[in-house]
Structures are given as C-alpha cells and as structure tokens.
C-alpha cells in the first residue's frame, strides 16, 4: 500500500514478535512510537491452531484497546523464530514452537485481516528495529546479535536485510568457534550459542560440576534444575565476587563472542555491531573485555572503523522492527 505522505502521522503499522513464551503486538507510528502494546503467553504447548489463534486475537484485542481504527493501519509486520520461507509467508519449522511444520502465517493472516502482512526472521527483526529506530539509525552496514536462552542474528548490508538464498543468512549463533566445543541445540559442536548464550553458559557451569570443579559461591549439583532458573545476571556477580569456576565460564563466554564479532567484522567490515539481550545489561563489564578480544583479532582497520553498542530497544526491538517493516522499503517485492 502506497502512503501518502501528507498522512503520514494519521497512519500505522502493526509489529508482532512471535516467542515461544510470549507474543507481543505493538501499533507502531511511521517515527516508532508505540501506541499501544500487548503481550500475551504464547502456552505454545496447546499445539499450532491454537497458538495461531493467540496470535489473531493479541492483535485484534491490541487494535481494540488503542483509539486507532483499522482503516489507520498500512499493515502487520511478523518478527518469528525460524527457518522461514519469508517469500512465501511459511514457516517452515520452529524449534521453541511444537507441531509447527510449514505453518503459511502470511496468508492466515492476510485472510483474517484483509491487510499487507510480512514476515521475517526475529532476529532480522530485532536488527531492522535497531536499525530503523534504536542504535543504528542511519548506518548501512551493521550486524546485530541477539544474546538470549539461544543467539540470533541479523545482517544489513547497504540498507537492507541480508537473507541469503533461502532466507537463511543471518544465523550468527551458529558460527563454529571451536571444533572440540560442546554440543549445540543444532546438533553441531562447539558454536558460538553452545558457549554465549543463557543456556550455553549454565550448561558449561554444569558440566564444570559434573567434572567435580567446586564452585565458592553456587551450591548446585550438575543436575539441579535450581541453575536453570538463576538469572544470568547472579552468575556474573558471583564471577565478578571471585568465584573460579563462574569466572572461568563467563571469560570464556565474552571471548568467544569476541571471536564471533571478529570473525564477522573481518568477513563483512561493516560499521557498527549491535548487542541486544539480556547479557547486555552488563554494559561496560561486557563491552571492555568484549572490545579487546575483538581488537585482538580482527583486521585493524576494519576494528577501527567498527562501533560495538548496546542496542537501544531493549525487549521491544523486535516488533519495533516488525512494524517497520511496512514503513522503510526492505528492497524486496513480498
Ligand atoms: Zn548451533
């Protein structure tokens, strides 16, 4: 849909972020200001139709709960975990969303609203949201991780989202950084998500455990599902209180991250690499070690060139993306 200019402000759009635990709609103004935002459990475990279900009513219930009329709205953006085929609107399979095998949202959607509906990778999401409206605005070239229970990624390259041959580019938690490494939830061995993500860290203390290394401060048993629900944030205080074993891990952690970001500034020199997740919230304490490891390898005219930063979106860079997905031309024609 062609926007008039002129009505601009008076329109729109929708950004959905698809989770395994929670969906979260947001109505969404050409300038990212949310309007009006909604977030529900995704209880992805009742199976796809109703999961599905969920998704049409957190949107219809978010379009009832703001002042806007669907006449306002130029569209609805879907940030979703993937494999995806983005041009057909399917996806294809979804590891944190039981039974969901070729699922065509785009068209479900556009049958239910009677809108334009796009769909992209979450992580593409969260990087076109930081892009568009948090940290990286007005840079061309810039690759964001996305740092959670898994590690995402999503590419701009000259302005536009990079999918690769089939919407499969962008899997940056899936670089292998360490052949002996241990296993991935992809299978593979020793990727960058099995020692930097939430889950790669707790995994590593536990296996620490298993090989009988004692922690000063965590009192777990290497199956005790007690680590499993402590915040990353308590482990990387307790690293910073001394602890070896968490200290180890965490090194360990940020200096393959640093590889990962070496690795992909020597591939691609772009100018910024953005960080959003929970891990960023230790700002400095990440960023300075996270910089050294980076200086320490990559090419130094592309480090210098390259700004590190934590994203400005928080949790909302994913449908802020989302939704501007139907503002920004992506160069694509679905
Ligand atoms: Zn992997």
């Known amino acids: 849909m062609m926007?008039?200019?002129?009505?601009?402000?008076?329109?729109?759009?929708?950004?959905?972020?698809?989770?395994?635990?929670?969906?979260?709609?947001?109505?969404?103004?050409?300038?990212?200001?949310?309007?009006?935002?909604?977030?529900?459990?995704?209880?992805?475990?009742k199976g796809k139709e109703a999961t599905v279900k969920r998704i049409?009513?957190?949107?219809?219930?978010?379009?009832?709960?703001?002042?806007?009329?669907?006449?306002?709205?130029?569209?609805?953006?879907?940030?979703?975990?993937?494999?995806?085929?983005?041009?057909?609107?399917?996806i294809n399979f979804a590891p944190n969303l039981p039974g969901w095998r070729d699922i065509p949202l785009k068209k479900i959607l556009e049958d239910e609203f009677n809108m334009k509906i796009v769909l992209e990778n979450d992580a593409n999401a969260a990087a076109w949201g930081e892009r568009c409206f948090g940290a990286g605005q007005g840079i061309n070239n810039l690759v964001c991780f996305t740092l959670g229970t898994g590690i995402g990624g999503g590419i701009i390259i000259d302005g536009k989202i990079y999918h690769g041959n089939n919407c499969g580019a962008g899997e940056l938690g899936h670089m292998t950084v360490n052949k002996d490494g241990p296993r991935c939830n992809c299978g593979n061995y020793g990727c960058l998500e099995a020692f930097s993500s939430a889950t790669g860290i707790k995994n590593r203390i536990k296996s620490r455990i298993k090989e009988g290394i004692k922690s000063d401060f965590?009192?777990?048993?290497?199956?005790?599902?007690?680590?499993?629900?402590?915040?990353?944030?308590?482990?990387?205080?307790?690293?910073?209180?001394?602890?070896?074993?968490?200290?180890?891990?965490v090194k360990e952690a940020i200096s393959y991250l640093g590889i990962a970001i070496a690795?992909?500034?020597?591939?691609?020199?772009?100018?910024?690499?953005?960080?959003?997740?929970?891990?960023?919230?230790?700002?400095?304490?990440?960023?300075?070690?996270?910089?050294?490891?980076v200086k320490k390898r990559a090419f130094y005219s592309n480090y210098k060139s390259l700004k590190i930063v934590i994203g400005e979106l928080g949790g909302n860079a994913g449908v802020l993306g989302a939704a501007a997905l139907l503002w920004i031309p992506v160069n694509r024609s679905y």
Not at 4 to 13: G, H, Q, R, T, V
Not at 24 to 44: C, D, F, H, M
Not at 269 to 279: K, T
């Open 3 to 45: 926007v008039d200019k002129k009505n601009l402000e008076k329109k729109y759009s929708i950004g959905v972020d698809l989770g395994g635990t929670n969906i979260v709609s947001a109505i969404v103004n050409y300038q990212g200001k949310i309007v009006s935002r909604l977030k529900v459990p995704t209880l992805a475990e």
């Open 56 to 90: 049409i009513e957190a949107i219809h219930k978010n379009i009832a709960q703001s002042t806007i009329t669907p006449d306002d709205i130029i569209g609805i953006g879907i940030g979703a975990p993937g494999p995806l085929d983005i041009k057909r609107g399917i």
């Open 218 to 249: 965590l009192n777990f048993d290497s199956d005790d599902e007690l680590l499993d629900s402590i915040r990353l944030k308590s482990i990387f205080e307790t690293a910073r209180k001394g602890d070896k074993l968490t200290k180890d891990i």
């Open 263 to 293: 690795n992909i500034t020597n591939i691609l020199n772009p100018e910024m690499v953005v960080l959003v997740g929970g891990i960023t919230n230790e700002g400095d304490k990440l960023l300075i070690p996270l910089k050294e490891e």
